[in-house]
């Protein structure tokens, strides 16, 4: 199936009731959020948070303590294994599980490098460490115009001239009416930023915006591997010769609607894969440290 080859062939699993227990602990998405209606924009949070932001690093933490304590070649192969894979698909860890897609015809930045002049600085021009904030919006508006221009170069070709008009001041264009960010930690030089974009809402849901569509964006530190800053972002059709706001161009709303699948499907397939990790680390750290006879293994001067 179309659809699902973003997703490497990988087939989806079910999840088991000792998966569901640890989705409990590992997404902390509120009660009210998890039963609210995704599309609906009067419930949805402009922070739907995922994994935990250190979920990698907690991880790789998880499993170096069961190396400390000794393991069987079998075990090693295993973590070794494991280890791999989130060296391999961290992004996507990250990011796929909250239903962004991170292939290259869909993302906005990769792996762009931070300059040392987008760095705060003081009167005197002395650096103060980190990246100034305005920057923040600059990535995501940069990242916002490549994931519309993606449509017109890798996604909907047939409709290549209207999706980069949207980029313009040409006909019917695309505004940003409001903007919010979320600073989650100060990144510094060097590093690098991958930016992705997703829809907030159902375009199909009643509920929907008629005039426009609200994005997320996850601004990502690459030396962090978590993100740096969120963004909410409320975008309008507007027709720049009757010079109001307009609905939804056809094309546009047809390949919106396949879009959010696609993030539905990335999200439960990801998430899915984190469930998979946590029970094989689980099992892991049952087999080492923590047994009742379990015993640190520091060397020998032997």
């Given at each position: 199936m179309m659809l699902l080859q973003t997703f490497r062939g990988r087939s989806l699993a079910l999840v088991s009731a000792q998966n569901s227990l640890l989705n409990t602990r590992l997404f902390s998405i509120s009660?009210?959020?998890?039963?609210?209606?995704?599309?609906?924009?009067?419930?949805?949070?402009?922070?739907?948070?995922?994994?935990?932001?250190?979920?990698?690093?907690?991880?790789?933490?998880?499993?170096?303590?069961?190396?400390?304590?000794?393991?069987?070649?079998?075990?090693?192969?295993?973590?070794?294994?494991?280890?791999?894979?989130?060296?391999?698909?961290?992004?996507?860890?990250?990011?796929?599980?909250?239903?962004?897609?991170?292939?290259?015809?869909?993302?906005?930045?990769?792996?762009?490098?931070?300059?040392?002049?987008?760095?705060?600085?003081t009167f005197m021009s002395t650096c103060l460490g980190h990246v100034n904030n305005v920057t923040y919006t600059r990535y995501a508006e940069t990242?916002?115009?490549?994931?519309?221009?993606?449509?017109?170069?890798?996604?909907?070709?047939?409709?290549?001239?209207?999706?980069?008009?949207?980029v313009s001041s040409k006909g019917i264009g695309l505004i940003l009416r409001s903007?919010?960010?979320?600073y989650k930690f100060p990144m510094t030089y060097p590093d690098k930023v991958t930016v992705y974009h997703k829809l907030v809402h159902d375009p199909s849901s009643p509920k929907a915006p008629h005039h426009g569509f609200h994005l997320q964006a996850v601004i990502i530190s690459e030396a962090h591997q978590r993100p740096a800053a969120r963004v909410y972002e409320d975008n309008t059709m507007y027709d720049y010769k009757a010079n109001k706001k307009t609905e939804l161009p056809p094309f546009v709303f047809e390949q919106l609607k396949t879009t959010w699948k696609l993030q539905e499907q990335a999200k439960k397939f990801w998430q899915q894969r984190i469930l998979d990790i946590e029970t094989r680390v689980r099992t892991l750290e049952t087999e080492s440290w923590d047994r009742e006879d379990a015993v640190e293994d520091t060397g020998s001067a032997k």
């Amino acid at each position: 199936m179309m659809l699902l080859q973003t997703f490497r062939g990988r087939s989806l699993a079910l999840v088991s009731a000792q998966n569901s227990l640890l989705n409990t602990r590992l997404f902390s998405i509120s009660t009210a959020l998890q039963n609210a209606p995704a599309s609906d924009p009067g419930t949805t949070s402009k922070k739907p948070h995922g994994i935990d932001p250190r979920w990698l690093t907690i991880t790789k933490r998880r499993i170096g303590r069961c190396m400390m304590f000794g393991l069987k070649p079998p075990q090693i192969q295993e973590a070794g294994e494991v280890l791999q894979q989130i060296a391999n698909d961290w992004r996507e860890l990250v990011a796929g599980s909250e239903g962004y897609l991170t292939d290259e015809t869909r993302r906005g930045l990769f792996q762009q490098s931070v300059a040392w002049g987008e760095m705060s600085l003081t009167f005197m021009s002395t650096c103060l460490g980190h990246v100034n904030n305005v920057t923040y919006t600059r990535y995501a508006e940069t990242a916002r115009v490549y994931y519309t221009r993606n449509f017109a170069m890798h996604i909907d070709p047939a409709h290549k001239k209207e999706w980069i008009n949207l980029v313009s001041s040409k006909g019917i264009g695309l505004i940003l009416r409001s903007i919010t960010i979320d600073y989650k930690f100060p990144m510094t030089y060097p590093d690098k930023v991958t930016v992705y974009h997703k829809l907030v809402h159902d375009p199909s849901s009643p509920k929907a915006p008629h005039h426009g569509f609200h994005l997320q964006a996850v601004i990502i530190s690459e030396a962090h591997q978590r993100p740096a800053a969120r963004v909410y972002e409320d975008n309008t059709m507007y027709d720049y010769k009757a010079n109001k706001k307009t609905e939804l161009p056809p094309f546009v709303f047809e390949q919106l609607k396949t879009t959010w699948k696609l993030q539905e499907q990335a999200k439960k397939f990801w998430q899915q894969r984190i469930l998979d990790i946590e029970t094989r680390v689980r099992t892991l750290e049952t087999e080492s440290w923590d047994r009742e006879d379990a015993v640190e293994d520091t060397g020998s001067a032997k």
